[in-house]
């Protein structure tokens, strides 16, 4: 059982930066790789970027490509969305993802824990 808990979200300008964490519970978050999706309005949920349960691998959507880094320290069972150059086209309710495996998926079906979302909103 992992429960998470996303934070960091607000309102930001075009071009600024925003990070966002994910805090994870339970003894086995190393055991989990970790995604980052979002969701605008009228829109389905996209994913943004993810990693291995050891955070060596990391791979992103090419419209967040040179401007998010996802990152995660597991001594504090926490997983990172670094967004700098942030656009309107950002803005979104953006959710973090756990799956049981070493490796990730850009496929939200394949993330078995959500957290309850954190809104980012960048203005004109």
């Known amino acids: 059982q992992v429960q998470l808990v996303e934070s960091g979200g607000g309102l930001v300008q075009a071009g600024g930066s925003l990070r966002l964490s994910c805090a994870a519970s339970g003894r086995t978050f190393s055991y989990y790789a970790m995604g980052w999706f979002r969701q605008a309005p009228g829109k389905e949920r996209e994913f943004v970027a993810a990693?291995?349960?050891?955070?060596?691998?990391?791979y992103y959507v090419d419209s967040v490509k040179g401007r998010f880094t996802i990152s995660r320290d597991n001594a504090k069972n926490t997983v990172y969305l670094q967004m700098n150059s942030l656009k309107p086209e950002d803005t979104a309710v953006y959710y973090c993802?756990?799956?049981?495996?070493?490796?990730?998926?850009?496929?939200?079906?394949?993330?078995?824990?959500w957290g309850q979302g954190t809104q980012v909103t960048v203005s004109s």
């Open positions: 990693l291995t349960w050891s955070g060596a691998s990391t």
């Open positions: 993802a756990a799956r049981r495996a070493s490796s990730y998926s850009i496929d939200a079906d394949e993330y078995y824990y």
